[in-house]
Nanobody
């Protein structure tokens, strides 16, 4: 059984930084495409970033490109989301997601992912 556990959320002022972590267990992490999504109150869940099985390819939503960085440490079964220059509109619950099966497609749709964490709250004050 795959389990994803996020951490690192919190309250930060606009312009500040946070690093989210997602630790995976229960399956070989190296075979997973990993993604980060977020959901703000009253809005649908949206794609933030994804990283390939090897960790060498990444994909970002236009709204976070140049500010957020997704990385993967397969030895630690952990994926990170470094968030810099945070804005109030980045406020949301952030979710880690995984899809296994040999794919190298960096999916931006939530339905493509099989496993999800419980989420971690990020609040950016103005």
């Amino acid at each position: 059984q795959v389990q994803l556990v996020e951490s690192g959320g919190g309250l930060v002022q606009a312009g500040g930084s946070l690093r989210l972590s997602c630790v995976a267990s229960g399956r070989t992490f190296v075979s997973a495409v990993m993604g980060w999504f977020r959901q703000a109150p009253g809005k649908s869940r949206e794609f933030v970033a994804a990283v390939s099985r090897s960790g060498t390819s990444t994909r970002y939503a236009d709204s976070v490109k140049g500010r957020f960085t997704i990385t993967k440490n397969s030895a630690l079964n952990t994926v990170y989301l470094q968030m810099n220059s945070l804005k109030p509109e980045d406020t949301a619950v952030y979710y880690c997601a995984a899809v296994f099966g040999g794919t190298e497609v960096l999916y931006a749709t939530s339905g493509a992912y099989d496993y999800w964490g419980q989420g971690t709250q990020v609040t950016v004050s103005s």
